[in-house]
């Protein structure tokens, strides 16, 4: 199976911060890399697929880019609604691995 | 508007069974690939198990591999989650999402709100 690494687990940042996740594949999966934004107690969002192109009505402070193993999503002015934990999720192969998630709090 | 909504969740003793469904609605759900995905109280998601459009081609984890069965009625617009032999590990919020795949990229773009399931004596 392909192992999927976040880091960090944890971050504290304020709004308006830049911050960057980074996500590692443990083969070269190409750009067959998901990111996902879940809110604690719902459901998980869906943010970018193929490494970097965003779905629709996603704003425009996220963006995601890499390929073959290492992996990046970055939003460039965090906003209150950003606080959520993260998650990179690989597509190249079944099962499709998830990384452990990244928490994202509120300095 | 895409809608999926899981059901049938609930406390079961270890060993025990539950089958869990997955109505769609708003979407020609034959076109797509649908996922299980599960997520332990307080931990991460793991992906468990996917199906095809016309239920033909299956996959899943190795943690719930000869327990587990996915499977679709297309003229119900229904996913199912067929969950045997139950451990106390199985233990989740169970989600249904769905998966267009377009030319061979896949993700999954709307997942239902979840189904908890509990299992415990």
């Known amino acids: 199976d392909i192992q999927m690494t976040q880091s960090p687990a944890s971050l504290s940042a304020s709004v308006g911060d830049r911050l960057t996740i980074t996500c590692r594949a443990s083969?070269?999966?190409?750009?067959?890399l998901n990111w996902y934004q879940q809110r604690p107690g719902k459901a998980p969002n869906f943010l970018i697929y193929?490494?970097?192109i965003l779905q629709s009505e996603v704003p425009s402070r996220f963006s995601g880019s890499g390929s073959g193993s290492y992996f990046t999503l970055t939003i460039s002015s965090l906003q209150p609604e950003d606080f959520a934990t993260y998650y990179c999720?690989?597509?190249?192969?079944?099962?499709?691995?998830f990384g452990q998630g990244t928490k994202l709090e509120i300095k | 508007e895409v809608q999926l909504v899981e059901s049938g969740g609930g406390l079961v003793q270890p060993g025990g069974s539950l089958r869990l469904s997955c109505a769609a609605s708003?979407?020609?759900?034959?076109?797509?690939?649908m996922h299980w995905v599960r997520q332990a109280p307080t931990k991460g998601l793991v992906w468990v198990s996917r199906?095809?459009?016309?239920?033909?081609?299956?996959a899943y984890a190795d943690s719930v591999k000869g327990r587990f069965t996915i499977s679709r009625d297309n003229a119900k617009n229904t996913l199912y989650l067929q969950m045997n032999s139950l451990r106390a590990e199985d233990t989740a919020v169970y989600y249904c999402?769905?998966?267009?795949?377009?030319?061979?990229?896949?993700?999954?773009?709307?997942w239902g709100q979840g189904t908890l399931v509990p299992v415990s004596s």
């Open positions: 999402a769905r998966d267009p795949c377009p030319n061979g990229v896949c993700f999954l773009d709307y």
């Open positions: 708003g979407f020609t759900f034959s076109s797509y690939w």
């Open positions: 199906i095809s459009g016309d239920g033909t081609d299956t």
């Open positions: 083969q070269s999966i190409g750009s067959s």
């Open positions: 193929a490494a970097s």
């Open positions: 999720q690989q597509s190249h192969r079944t099962p499709y691995t």
